[in-house]
């Protein structure tokens, strides 16, 4: 017996240390499945597109390395293992859980995270481990490929700028919108929504008179309201989401407040369109864009949803944003996979070489990376109309293929010279 | 610590020296024989959480005062060590202010700074007791982090700020150096804090924890010694923000969230709220649930997706089979174990707590405060209940 309690707990926490070194020597396994890391948001806001997104994943494992008869997906004649991870949206933790994936599971090519921050973070994670291939899920910062990029890290889904190609430029040319002021959430996912815009809007000629950043999940909307002008605007661009962007709609509405909207990728959608209120009349004819529509009606996207609903019927009435971006990173893997035959030796250049010029034809359009390793893919431009039900719905009016980062501005537009913030880019 | 220097050669022959020295062999021995993910995601990483959750239990366990503050005070700490080792950026992003300093001088200033903080979050809150105290740390714990979300000329907004290197360099590329940096920090800290509450002050902490009212009577400044304590408290967690800063090499605003705040109750009341070294058993079984929890597979049923399931199923049958924290339950298993064998052991004092002072107490802030607002003046001497 030890007299004191302090010999005592030193004891326990030998004897604790002892089991964790056991536990670690049983770390590492045989090299022959090639393992293939999933990383998305499993706690917090985004805990839904979360799992949709790992749906993506299995879709196109499913459909690009079929199970084998021992149960496991393969493809080039080596089996495949998926081993997933959940972050909670905080680069900290993304990149936590992606050294256990890499350093711990000793996985050969993470795909993730979802969300914006964590993939900027992840970039820089990925440039200290340069013999695994890093693939975006459908992280959307402009700068986790655009400036200083990592050669090992791959994005075959769009940024949040591409996300609002045509949308500027349909603004101003065909709606006849010049004067525009702007309400969005204040962080990184609206400043590149805005920039989208304001690229291809100020390129054409017009103005952004004002700037309204407000908090994520602001439910006061009054200070804000009573600050957008009256008159002297022909439109208001809204890049909110969710339940702000109902409390946005409801309260200008109350206040009077009559002009058009223009919409970012998330204002617009079914959670705002399924509500019923006063400002329901006031959404119609709002245009917006983004890289999916539910009611698109390409044959490719028809069957990947057909294939979503029966493979996941516990999944969403459509395949989201997240569901769609981690099943094209997956398919550009497995396709580049294909393309090696499954060599993944020699700090996997040959594999990354592969993967840097693979191109295939997604649900939404043909896909290909640029020099950065970013995608050039295809975007939806869509106008909210009511239907013969009298319920809102967007409308397709075009898809706009081979979007680049530039939105066809080009490297050295002055609209690109610094990153996407809340003062730039400016055209007031 | 005097009487073991002086009977070091005696007490170096006892179980408790041997067990003592087996412990720094392995601390000492560990990153050489570990993979790396072990060494910094797992043991420093426990490290840095574990002297989060010291600052925490010291508080709570010598002031009564149960602060959720603590992870705000880490994150003050990286912010500022941030600003003073970084270089101020001429773009949107990053910050304006920078003083481009080495590490260490960073590291001091930070420290400092974060002991101030400290100061001024304990004149802020330590005329309250109780759930009142707990509400006040946490509003100012979360100001801070919305302060840091939003500020961009300063803090650098939500994206914060990369590319902080600590005396080491990439801990990735130096476990070993960035581990032995953690553990003795940890060992400087845990020591320093029991000779804190040996020392007179730390009695006199515990006086004002005890009977805030008393201790006024005899001449004592019960509000500045809680002031004290809760600077002091900032300092042990500037000492885990810095580490920490260092070990991420970037700071953002998600590590002062609301989740990180709890983080660190969780591990203190894990390890045991009145055991200092709980603090540490507390983020080592935390760090290895956290980690592990997305790869245990229960029945052929995989936790990977609901991996947060078994992680707060975990916690809750830790707290209902140990209320007293891991090390409790393992105190009160060897006691009964011993009680068995030989003979029964004073269950209520601990013998080194009695020599030292330090008692696992109760904690008024959960167990009721003689200052709670509304007991009627003047009922002195109070009686415990």
């Known amino acids: ?428 | 610590m005097s009487r073991l220097r002086a009977s070091s050669a005696s007490w170096l022959r006892s179980r408790e020296g041997l067990a003592t020295l087996g412990f720094v062999v392995l601390l000492v021995v560990y990153p050489l024989a570990m993979p790396r993910f072990w060494v910094l995601s797992i043991a420093s990483n426990a490290m840095i959480l574990g002297i989060a959750a010291l600052s925490l239990v010291f508080m709570a366990g010598y002031g009564g005062m149960v602060s959720l503050a603590q992870a705000a005070l880490a994150g003050f700490a990286a912010y500022m060590l941030a600003l003073a080792t970084l270089e101020p950026s001429t773009t949107a992003t990053g910050s304006a202010i920078g003083f481009a300093l080495p590490a260490l001088p960073s590291a001091l200033i930070a420290l400092v700074l974060a002991t101030l903080a400290g100061a001024v979050f304990g004149a802020i809150s330590s005329r309250s007791y109780g759930i009142y105290f707990l509400m006040l740390t946490l509003a100012l714990a979360v100001g801070f982090f919305y302060i840091v979300l939003q500020n961009y000329d300063i803090f650098g907004g939500h994206i914060g700020f990369a590319g902080i290197l600590g005396p080491t360099g990439q801990p990735r590329e130096n476990p070993a150096a960035f581990y032995y940096m953690c553990v003795a920090a940890a060992a400087l800290t845990y020591l320093g804090l029991r000779y804190v509450v040996r020392s007179q002050l730390g009695l006199t902490f515990q006086g004002v924890r005890d009977n805030p009212r008393r201790m006024k009577a005899l001449g004592y400044r019960v509000g500045l010694h809680r002031v004290v304590l809760f600077a002091l408290g900032g300092f042990v967690a500037g000492v885990s923000g810095v580490l920490g800063a260092w070990y991420r090499g970037n700071i953002s605003p998600g590590i002062v969230d609301l989740t990180r705040t709890i983080d660190v109750l969780i591990i203190a009341v894990l390890g045991g709220l009145g055991y200092p070294m709980g603090a540490f058993v507390g983020a080592v079984f935390f760090v290895l649930v956290d980690v592990f929890a997305s790869s245990i597979k229960i029945f052929g049923f995989s936790f990977d997706e609901r991996f947060n399931t078994l992680i707060g199923l975990g916690f809750v049958v830790v707290v209902l089979v140990a209320p007293t924290g891991l090390v409790g339950l393992a105190d009160r298993l060897w006691q009964t174990a011993g009680r068995r064998r030989r003979r029964p052991l004073p269950r209520a004092i601990d013998p080194l707590a009695a020599e030292a002072g330090i008692a696992p107490a109760p904690i008024p802030a959960l167990a009721g405060s003689p200052e709670v607002p509304g007991r009627p003046e003047g009922d002195l001497p109070t009686p415990g209940p």
Request: charged residues 20%.
């Open chain 1, 1 to 428: 017996m030890f007299r004191s309690t302090t010999g005592r707990r030193l004891v326990i926490l030998l004897a604790a240390s002892m089991l964790v070194a056991s536990t670690a020597a049983c770390g590492g396994g045989e090299k022959t499945p090639i393992k293939i890391g999933g990383l998305a948001t499993l706690e917090g806001p985004f805990a839904v597109p979360g799992q949709d997104s790992f749906r993506g994943i299995e879709q196109a494992l499913d459909t690009y390395a079929p199970k084998n008869s021992n149960g496991n997906w393969e493809i080039a004649g080596r089996e495949i293992i998926l081993i997933k991870e959940g972050s909670d949206a905080t680069p900290a933790v993304a990149i936590e859980k992606a050294k256990k994936l890499i350093e711990q599971d000793n996985v050969d090519i993470l795909i993730g995270p979802l969300s914006g921050d964590e993939g900027l973070a992840m970039k820089d994670y990925a440039k200290t481990v340069t013999d695994k291939t890093f693939v975006n899920g459908s992280s959307a910062a402009q700068d986790t490929t655009f400036r200083d990029p990592a050669p090992n890290f791959f994005r075959f889904s769009t940024d949040g700028a591409q996300w609002q190609a045509g949308l500027g430029k349909y603004a101003f040319e065909t709606k006849g919108y010049k004067n525009v002021a702007l309400v969005a959430e204040d962080y990184s996912f609206p400043y590149t929504q805005v920039g989208g815009f304001m690229y291809e809007f100020c390129a054409a000629g017009g103005h952004v008179i004002q700037k309204n950043w407000v908090p994520l999940g602001t439910k006061d909307y009054s200070a804000v309201v009573s600050n957008l002008p009256t008159s002297g605007i022909d439109a208001i661009y809204v890049a909110l989401g969710g339940s702000d962007a109902i409390n946005f709609f409801t309260q200008y509405n109350a206040a009077g407040g009559k002009a058009k909207f223009i919409g970012g990728s998330i204002t617009v959608d079914q959670s705002v369109l399924a509500t019923t209120g006063a400002f329901q009349d006031q959404l119609v004819g709002t245009i917006t864009a983004s890289p999916t529509a539910d009611t698109a009606d390409e044959a490719a996207w028809k069957d990947y949803v057909k294939v979503y609903k029966e493979t996941f019927p516990d999944g969403l009435p459509y395949p989201g944003l997240f569901a769609l971006s981690y099943y094209n990173e997956t398919v550009g893997v497995l396709t580049a996979l294909k393309e090696v035959n499954g060599d993944l030796s020699g700090g996997q250049k040959k594999f990354m070489d592969a993967l840097a010029k693979t191109k295939f034809d997604g649900p939404t359009g043909p896909i290909s990376l640029d020099a950065n390793r970013n995608a050039i893919a295809s975007n939806y431009l869509s106008e909210i109309q009511k239907g013969a039900d009298g319920k809102l719905a967007a409308v397709v009016i075009k898809r706009i293929d081979n979007v680049d980062q530039t939105l066809g501005l080009g490297k050295d537009s002055p609209y690109l010279a610094q990153p996407v913030s809340r003062d730039f880019p400016a055209c007031p």
